[in-house]
T-cell receptor, first 115, second 116 residues
Framework: AAGVIQSPRHLIKEKRETATLKCYPI?????VYWYQQGPGQDPQFLIS???????DKGSIPDRFSAQQFSDYHSELNMSSLELGDSALYFC??????????????FGEGSWLTVV | AQKVTQAQTEISVVEKEDVTLDCVYE???????LFWYKQPPSGELVFLIR??????QNEISGRYSWNFQKSTSSFNFTITASQVVDSAVYFC?????????????FGDGTTLTVKP
């Protein structure tokens, strides 16, 4: 079965650069979530979108922005990168209206290293 | 506010031993969902189980079993006859049963090492 696809899987950027991560949810899933997991830490919720509208916001820095497009894929844009942004970024998706809609499925994550 | 506590930071066992990972949660919601995820060294988060707050039946899936006790706000995970491939970080997570269901609060994770 198709899973959540994230790209790129690995990304190396320098401080103050910009990075964009992409997420392609499972087909027919209408909700996308972004999480950030620092080294040795648990995943922290950043932001979510439902039907292309932002539905909730967590601990996302102002330097970061995200959106969900008409095909339901999502992009996380990170500007003025800092060393502390180095982390594993997960995208997850769910279909809000399905019986198991409260289960979210994670992608394999995108490793961002800021040097 | 929601909170998930996994008191065991690291557990080390020898293959074939049984091991239980503890999870205690706090929430003001009357309806909520609990999850367990496995994160192997490769980094991906693998969904293991979802349990809603109205369903206190214990569940068994192969060598895995889960004990949900609402009275003690615990959702413990047991691996029977552990194997080296079970070595991973295991996260317990809690989410609202609403449109924000995916906004999960994770515990700090328990690193399980299974030695041959």
């Amino acid at each position: 079965a198709a899973g959540v696809i994230q790209s790129p899987r690995h990304l190396i950027k320098e401080k103050r650069e910009t990075a964009t991560l992409k997420c392609y949810p499972i087909p027919r899933h209408d909700t996308v979530y972004w999480y950030q997991q620092g080294p040795g830490q648990d995943p922290q919720f950043l932001i979510s979108f439902y039907e292309k509208m932002q539905s909730d916001k967590g601990s996302i820095p102002d330097r970061f922005s995200a959106q969900q497009f008409s095909d339901y894929h999502s992009e996380l844009n990170m500007s003025s990168l800092e060393l502390g942004d180095s982390a594993l970024y997960f995208c997850a998706s769910r279909r809000a209206t399905s019986p198991s809609g409260n289960t979210i499925y994670f992608g394999e994550g995108s490793w961002l290293t800021v040097v | 506010a929601q909170k998930v506590t996994q008191a065991q930071t690291e557990i080390s066992v020898v293959e074939k031993e049984d091991v239980t990972l503890d999870c205690v949660y706090e929430t003001r919601d009357t309806t909520y969902y609990l999850f367990w995820y496995k994160q192997p060294p490769s980094g991906e988060l693998v969904f293991l189980i979802r349990r809603n707050s109205f369903d206190e039946q214990n569940e068994i899936s192969g060598r895995y079993s889960w004990n949900f006790q609402k009275s003690t706000s615990s959702f413990n995970f047991t691996i029977t006859a552990s194997q080296v491939v079970d070595s991973a970080v295991y996260f317990c997570a809690l989410s609202e049963a609403s449109t924000n269901a995916g906004k999960s609060t994770f515990g700090d994770g328990t690193t399980l090492t299974v030695k041959p």
